[in-house]
């Protein structure tokens, strides 16, 4: 009887499994065939003939060029990295002082950091558009990556401020004995205690960049700055739509994705649930 | 190598004051130690020594210099924390030589001073090894080490022991002082245990609520203890205390120990007493003696006869509580023999060993 219940148990959770992957599965099913067989009725789940079509044409490999993925790859691989080593450094600094000093109005410039994270990015659209317009940096990756930038910080300080709470202050506090300046005690004991739980700050802050849309997509115009979600929409034409290269680019976008996710992910769940409930 | 000098030093923390005015000099080489009850300052004291507490007023001395402005690792002095604080990524080798690295002292350098510190706290095997593969006396055995290799000119000591068992606690009480003969250096220790203070002091500060109590050997604050507070907080049991009527009839001057229990007022105290209506008297546990018979030497002695409460038998001794004036009194019996609850005990005091304190100030008198 307690076989038989966890055997059903075990169907249910791989049934929930395959239900919550099915998008996925069928996006990288679909960026190897044609186009025409992603539209077949019924759906056709195991390809007839499997084909780098798209992703040879993305990358014009062979002279030939859809969508300039690549380009679009190297947009974003730039203002991902730059707006997360921004990010993370500000972050950490942020972190360290709000985990380490106390000044006057911590607790209400800790709130309204939190309070700018809950502002809908989308509703501030409009304003940023005119502002970088004005500005003229719109449609350049140093706009979006400000705009990255602005997005991640509270998020860094967050998760930074968290993991130097874990550790203890007499860490500091000895090693400032054992004749370190503050900094020195910072860079030497702090950092590396602390660095796993920076490191998983970064690449969570890089996955947000990486995977953001909604924001580049009113401030980047052209080629120059778009970035891989961006880019995704060239297969969008007024009368047709390419699935399979849809897929394709997702694919690209999704691998880089799914490896930091696999490294950070016992850290992303301690670093969350840790900053949750300091309070 | 050096003395350090505290002048009217005061640590607030906003109105709540935690250190008042604090005058202190603890000349080289001497063994300090801070007692005192929770939230007594002791903690706070010795912080500001080491700099990592700001302080609202006084001035600090380490040798001849004036250090209030200086930052912890100008002052040249190392601490041993509570929790031990070693550097959980480093190993004992690493964490006994960081300070001197961060000093840019030469790598042969080190590692000579690594290795003496190593083989004076008897590391060696396990130099290699990382904080979290080493027990509880290990790590706090590296801790010491940590400060030792700096030959610092004060050892400061934040309740070092209060993390370890029993049996391992007073075994590194008698290795501390093994290691203070062994490297003359000013140390200044706190603690909230009173036997870790009279077992390693050469003088003892007890601290309540920010002030200074007593400052003395440890046989003279156990000894003469100047009120009520360092009586019952150095010693265990602790003192009992009793506070007592004053009667005077037919011109002598009679202290009420309980309902039917009336003594002479020792003779030297005769002149501070006779105006007072009530003192507090305080006795230790063991100058309450069990005797067989009453002996008539009155002069000398206060005797008296008391039920008994409870007997804890500890091998050496037993325990005998009873009551005076309500008041749960300890008394110890060396040489014991079986003890019935309720049985009539016959005590004597000497007169001698008895200490009174002002009932208003409970200041002795």
């Known amino acids: ?279 | 190598m050096a003395k350090v000098e505290l002048k009217n030093l005061t640590k607030k923390y906003g109105d709540v004051v935690a250190v008042q005015n604090m005058d202190l000099t603890i000349p080289h080489n001497e063994f300090l130690v801070l007692v005192g009850p929770s939230g007594c300052g002791k903690s706070t004291t010795l912080r500001m020594i080491a700099g990592l507490e700001e302080i609202s007023g006084g001035e600090i001395y380490i040798g001849d210099q004036k250090v209030n402005e200086k930052d912890p690792k100008d002052r040249n002095v190392s601490m041993v924390f509570q929790n031990y604080a070693l550097y959980p990524h480093m190993t004992v080798e690493e964490n006994l030589g960081f300070s001197l690295k961060i000093a840019k002292v030469n790598p042969d350098e080190i590692e000579t001073k690594v290795k003496d510190a190593v083989s004076i706290l008897g590391l060696e095997d396990l130099r290699k090894r990382k904080p979290s593969q080493l027990s509880g006396g290990q790590r706090q055995r590296v801790a010491m080490g940590r400060a030792i290799v700096r030959r610092p000119d004060a050892f400061l000591f934040d309740e070092p022991l209060s993390n370890l068992d029993a049996k391992l606690r007073t075994q590194m009480r008698t290795e501390i002082k093994k290691l203070h003969q062994k490297l003359k250096t000013t140390v200044i220790y706190v603690t909230h245990d009173q036997v870790e203070a009279m077992t390693l002091a050469d003088r003892i500060i007890i601290m309540k609520d920010g002030f200074i109590e007593q400052i003395g050997s440890p046989i003279e604050v156990f000894n003469n203890p100047v009120n009520v507070f360092v009586a019952t907080f150095i010693g265990s049991p602790p003192m009992n205390i009793i506070a007592c009527e004053i009667n005077k009839s037919n011109d002598q001057i009679m202290i009420q120990l309980d309902k039917d229990i009336h003594v002479h007022c020792p003779e030297d105290k005769i002149s501070k007493l006779a105006n007072l209506k009530k003192v507090i008297v305080g006795i230790r546990a063991e100058d309450i003696v069990p005797i067989k018979n009453i002996s008539n030497e009155q002069n000398t002695l206060w005797t008296f006869s008391k039920e008994i409460d409870l007997a804890e038998p500890l091998g050496t001794e037993t325990q005998l509580f009873f009551k005076l004036q309500n008041q749960e009194i300890i008394s110890r019996m060396y040489n014991p023999r079986p003890v019935d609850v309720g049985e009539n005990i016959n005590f004597q005091i000497e007169k001698n060993k008895i200490h009174f304190f002002d009932y208003e100030t409970q200041k002795a008198i």
């Open chain 1, 1 to 279: 009887m307690k076989q038989i219940k966890k055997i059903g148990f075990w169907f249910l959770v791989l049934f929930l499994l395959i239900l919550i992957c099915l998008p996925g599965i069928w996006i990288f099913i679909s960026a190897f065939r044609p186009n025409p067989e992603i539209l077949a009725k019924p759906a056709n789940w195991i390809p007839d003939r499997w084909t780098l079509h798209q992703f040879t044409q993305m990358f014009s490999i062979n002279g030939y060029v859809s969508v300039p993925a690549f380009k679009y790859l190297m947009n974003s691989i730039i203002i991902s990295s730059v707006s997360t080593v921004i990010a993370i450094t500000i972050g950490m600094m942020g972190g360290y002082a709000f985990a380490r000093f106390n000044f006057k109005g911590k607790n209400k410039i800790f709130l309204s950091l939190m309070l700018a994270r809950a502002v809908p990015g989308i509703s501030l659209s409009l304003p940023l558009f005119i502002l970088f317009a004005k500005l003229g940096i719109i449609n350049t990756s140093f706009g979006v990556i400000l705009v990255y930038v602005a997005m991640n910080v509270p998020f860094t300080i967050w998760l930074t401020d968290g993991f130097f709470r874990q550790i203890p202050k007499e860490m500091s506090e000895v090693a400032r004995t054992d004749g370190c300046t503050r900094f020195q005690a910072f860079w030497n004991v702090e950092l590396p205690l602390a660095g796993p739980g920076i490191g998983a700050a970064a690449i969570f802050a890089f996955l947000l960049s990486w995977n953001e849309y909604a924001l580049a997509s009113i401030i980047t115009r052209t080629v120059h700055s778009k970035t891989l979600p961006i880019g995704m929409m060239d297969y969008l034409d007024e009368f047709t739509i390419n699935w399979a290269g849809m897929c394709a680019i997702a694919v690209v976008m999704i691998i880089p994705a799914l490896i930091l996710t696999f490294i950070v992910q016992k850290h992303l769940v301690s670093g969350l649930t840790f900053g949750g409930v300091k309070g």
